[in-house]
Every structure is written in structure tokens, then in C-alpha cells.
């Protein structure tokens, strides 16, 4: 309180501090073993009034595991990737979605004077809020995302039309989980399959399974190498990674931030727990954590976004 907290709402990043360990398979040398417990004596042994959560999909479900073992729990939405279920935004999207929109607009610069194909690839994990976000904001000519597998063919034509029409050069914005047709099929078949398997082979199951995601993490790569196959242009790749994660956040993130913020210092005075502070409209809304566990929210293929980018020529891969 007080000086502590003097001057943080300009500084970016995650200043708290982080942690992907799961409180109940928290890793101990080789193996994990359920904390859970310790977590709860922690918490008592200083007379905690609450704990509050700021992050993604995963904190909620971390979160929601100790609101089940006797801990007053809320959380907040915060990532860039914008998919927690229940909240309009999250904060941290918004910022991240301006620096990759700069991003992209420096990129032109260079694919129109060497007359390439610049493939920008954006974080986002299974959801395409900022690679559509900074697409459509940074003028990039396709925008590819996990919701709607793509035909490197129908990317290919795109920029050949382009080509045609005295464009010698084009901005491919990917989402890091988008995957082509065929991929998506082989992963889904590979998913099926280990749901599906029992006993021995469920073990081969899973391990078929890794090895196909472990190849398709150079699918960005792949994808910049057959469009330029299939183009004839010279392609290249540039990965945004953790550029998106830094910076001064913008006003609309801080705005969002202190809005939720305040609605959960106003629960946790009413003792409302177990809940996830959600921005709803202009006001903010207690989400039980229950109800958003296991969710993600990914981009409505009919969303405002995507048809807007079709209105203006986009192309999206899929058709």
C-alpha cells in the first residue's frame, strides 16, 4: 500500500510476479506432488482475508481448485491472448494489440521494397482476437487464424491476385495456432484416437500425439516456404513472441484494469468469493468460476471482425 504502489499503473509487464505451476501438481525434482495443502496452512498461518488471481484460463482453473479447498478466491482476467470465457475483454489485450499493430505497420516498409511476402506470426495460443486484431489495424493482406483452418492454395491465389493487380508484395499475419486444413484434421484424428484408446495404447496414443505437435511448431515456417513455392516470391518469417508482452500499457488496458480492480476490491468487502470479476458493457460483473473452468473464448466465425475483413478483401484462408 501507500508508497509501494506508487507509480506502477504506467509500468508494463506482469509486475507481480507469475507462476504456471498447478497447486496440485506442483514439480518436485523428476515428479509433482499436490500442494494443495501446504498452500491452505500458508494461507491461514497469515490470516489471509482473500486471494486474488490475475491471468488466463489456467489461473482460473487454479483458482477455482483452491475456492474448493476452503480459500476465499477471486480472480481477474488478464491476458493478451483475450480468450477467458465470461469477460467481454481482458486486460493486457489491448496493449498487445497496439505494439503488433506497429509491428506490422514497420513491416511494410520492408516487404514493399524488397517485394516479398512477410509472414508475422502473433501470439494468441488457440485463439485469433490479436492476430485479427493487429491484422485488420496493421492493413495486413491475409489474416490466418486457429478458428478457421486454412488452404495454403487459397493464401497462395490471394497473393498471386494481388501480384496481378501490381501488388509485388503482401503481409501474412498468423495466428501461432492456426493450422491448415490437413493439420487440423491429422490433429484431431491424433486427439480422437487418444480419447479414445485404452490401456497400452493409450500411452502410444499420447506419445503419437506429442511428437505431431512437436512438428508442427515450425508450422509458421513451413507455411512462409510453401507460399513462396507456390508464389515464386521470396518469403520471410518474423515471430513477434514476447515483443507483444512488454511495454507501457495503453489507456484503454489501464482504464479496464482499475475498473475491474475496484468492482473486486467491492466484492471482496461484500465477501463475495469464488468468482471471476468479468468487464460487462461498461460495468463489471461476478462470473462463479465454476461456469467458466474448462472454457476458452475463441473468435465467432461470424464475428463483427472476420466479416469485415472479408467486406474489405481479406483474405482468411478458408475459402
Known sequence: SGPALSGILTVGGTILGTSRDKPNKMPVGDQTMDMTSVMLETYQKHHLDALVCLGGGGTQKNAYHLSQHGMNVITLPKTIDNDVWGTDSTFGFDTALGIATEAIDRLHSTAHSHHRIIVVE?????????????????????????????????????????????????????????????????????????????GDKKSKAKARLAKLELSLQDKTLTLSRTLESLTGLESRVTILGHLQRGGTPSAADRLLATRLGTACAA?????????????????????????????????????????????????????
Not at 291 to 307: L, Q
Open 267 to 319: 466484492y471482496i468487502d461484500q465477501g463475495v468469493f469464488g468468482v471471476m470479476v468479468a468487464a460487462r458493457g461498461d460495468g463489471a460483473e461476478a462470473i462463479p468460476l465454476e461456469e467458466i473452468v474448462g472454457k476458452r473464448r475463441t473468435v465467432p466465425v461470424d464475428h463483427p471482425w472476420i466479416k469485415t475483413a472479408r467486406d474489405i478483401g481479406v483474405c482468411l484462408g478458408d475459402k
Open 122 to 198: 502473433l501470439m494468441g495460443h488457440n485463439a485469433g482476437w490479436l492476430a485479427l486484431g493487429a491484422g485488420l489495424a496493421g492493413g495486413a493482406d491475409v489474416i490466418l487464424l486457429p478458428e478457421l483452418p486454412y488452404d495454403p492454395e487459397v493464401v497462395a491465389e490471394a497473393i498471386r491476385s494481388r501480384q496481378r493487380r501490381g501488388s509485388g508484395f503482401s503481409i501474412v499475419a498468423v495466428s501461432e495456432g492456426a493450422l491448415s486444413k490437413d493439420d487440423a484434421a491429422t490433429l484431431a484424428k491424433a486427439k480422437a484416437a487418444k480419447k479414445e484408446a485404452e
